[in-house]
């Protein structure tokens, strides 16, 4: 090869090199692009209805009371499946996969202690506390840590609906009482509905005046009634009736 020939073939080498240098780099770029965007899919930055984004929304914690056997551990078992359900159809799952979920079991043991559940609704990561009858005296202390309080009533049994009424209205004595500022959400509900010796949910919302009492819970921090700070919501614990109902107004 002579002289002449030389710097041509450097020229050329020197070319080849920078569109090396340019490729590789329009590549890692590329790459880069496709890393970050595949992780921004894993966190659900992409796509509506995606779970994953309930990480980027705050946790409520929710606390769970009422007295001996009013169905608190029942309805917990029914909210976590009524939330399971919910996200298997919203990720496109067919309904024999659905069918194919264990059975509710509706036989339960009294809660001794403290008992912790979570699930997420609607993309809401929904934390909820229960805490067993048998320590009903700590319950205010559990008060501080939750943002939203559910007190389960048996409406089974009329003849002793008067132990309960004693603690919700305690509750709420206390709750508009304390000093901690932000109020906490309420919502009292009206469980067993479904049993044949329940009484009607009327009757007994108006007899313990459960709705008045609600309202002037709500009317302490000045909000108005339309607000929802505390409702009275009918359920049934067994058969799921408004589950649904109540984890909308949760979430």
């Given at each position: 090869m002579t002289d002449q020939g030389k710097p041509a073939l450097q020229r050329q080498t020197t070319n080849l090199i920078e569109k090396a240098a340019r490729f590789n780099d329009i590549s890692e770029k590329k790459t880069s692009s496709r890393d970050k965007r595949a992780n921004f899919l894993s966190l659900g930055f992409f796509g509506e209805g995606n779970p994953s984004r309930a990480l980027f929304n705050q946790t409520k914690n929710i606390l769970v009371i009422g007295c001996k056997n009013a169905g608190k551990s029942l309805l917990l078992r029914n909210i976590s499946r009524t939330c399971e359900v919910r996200t298997l159809r919203k990720l496109n799952k067919n309904q024999n996969t659905i069918n194919s979920l264990p059975a509710l079991?509706?036989?339960?043991?009294?809660?001794?202690?403290?008992?912790?559940?979570?699930?997420t609704f609607d993309n809401q990561p929904l934390a909820f506390r229960?805490?067993?009858?048998q320590l009903s005296p700590m319950w205010p202390s559990y008060f501080e840590q939750c943002s939203t309080i559910v007190f389960v009533l048996d409406v089974s049994n009329y003849s002793k609906i008067a132990g309960p009424a004693t603690e919700i209205m305690s509750m709420l004595h206390g709750l508009m009482t304390s000093q901690s500022g932000k109020p906490k959400s309420i919502a009292i509900v009206l469980n067993k509905s479904d049993v044949a010796?329940?009484?009607?949910?009327?009757?007994?919302t108006t007899f313990l005046r459960l709705q008045e009492l609600c309202d002037?819970?709500?009317k302490q921090f000045g909000l108005p009634e339309e607000s929802h700070l505390a409702i009275v919501l009918e359920i049934s614990s067994s058969t799921g009736y408004n589950i649904q109902e109540l984890l909308t107004w949760l979430s």
């Open positions: 079991t509706i036989q339960t043991v009294p809660t001794i202690g403290v008992e912790n559940v979570t699930c229960e805490v067993g009858s010796s329940a009484e009607d949910v009327e009757k007994v002037a819970y709500t």
